[in-house]
T-cell receptor, first 112, second 111 residues
Framework: KAGVTQTPRYLIKTRGQQVTLSCSPISGHRSVSWYQQTPGQGLQFLFEYFSETQRNKGNFPGRFSGRQFSNSRSEMNVSTLELGDSALYLC???????????FGPGTRLTVL | DAKTTQPNSMESNEEEPVHLPCNHSTISGTDYIHWYRQLPSQGPEYVIHGLTSNVNNRMASLAIAEDRKSSTLILHRATLRDAAVYYCILRDVGSNYKLTFGKGTLLTVNP
């Protein structure tokens, strides 16, 4: 069974731009979560989706948004990029809420 | 959110047992204790989880204190591939199952 895939793996943007990251969960998994990882703040929860509905949200500004499609694939969007948004963005999928999470390799975003 | 406290780092020798402690004194009745680990340059991976009773799986054992205010992840025989950051996380099933990662413990395994 294929694991969680994230695209793109690497991305370079400039301040003020927006970016969309994509996550394809493991087949059959209906829950997708997003995390931001930085050296200073560690792993921080962004949001979690189940059945196309956002079920939980972390403490991030409204510039960070996401959505989940009917096939469980998910995207997250960051608008008006800031230098501090440079991070590894990790997606995790699980069968349902509360189940073991399987993480993807992440998307490395660099904001210049 | 209930918080966890872990040592910043620990060292072990290969083929010896490792006991990774975690304190969670404000744990609530609906918090499950989860452990994940993150190997270098990889995303986190699930290790084990439990509620009240001790748990065993092929990767590790989880020992939970009777009052649930602390727990210990046990790696029975550490290998070099176990070198990673280990995260102890409380997951509240009464609060939409959010995972809140702390700083974790960096485990170094010496050959």
């Amino acid at each position: 069974k294929a694991g969680v895939t994230q695209t793109p793996r690497y991305l370079i943007k400039t301040r003020g731009q927006q970016v969309t990251l994509s996550c394809s969960p493991i087949s059959g998994h209906r829950s997708v979560s997003w995390y931001q990882q930085t050296p200073g703040q560690g792993l921080q929860f962004l949001f979690e989706y189940f059945s196309e509905t956002q079920r939980n949200k972390g403490n991030f500004p409204g510039r960070f948004s996401g959505r989940q499609f009917s096939n469980s694939r998910s995207e997250m969007n960051v608008s008006t990029l800031e230098l501090g948004d440079s991070a590894l963005y990790l997606c995790a999928s699980s069968l349902a809420l509360g189940h073991e999470q399987f993480f993807g390799p992440g998307t490395r975003l660099t904001v210049l | 959110d209930a918080k966890t406290t872990q040592p910043n780092s620990m060292e072990s020798n290969e083929e010896e047992p490792v006991h990774l402690p975690c304190n969670h004194s404000t744990i609530s009745g609906t918090d499950y204790i989860h452990w994940y680990r993150q190997l270098p340059s990889q995303g986190p991976e699930y290790v084990i989880h439990g509620l009240t009773s001790n748990v065993n799986n092929r990767m590790a054992s989880l020992a939970i204190a009777e009052d649930r205010k602390s727990s210990t992840l046990i790696l029975h025989r550490a290998t070099l591939r176990d070198a990673a950051v280990y995260y102890c996380i409380l997951r509240d099933v009464g609060s939409n199952y959010k995972l809140t990662f702390g700083k974790g413990t960096l485990l170094t395994v010496n050959p």
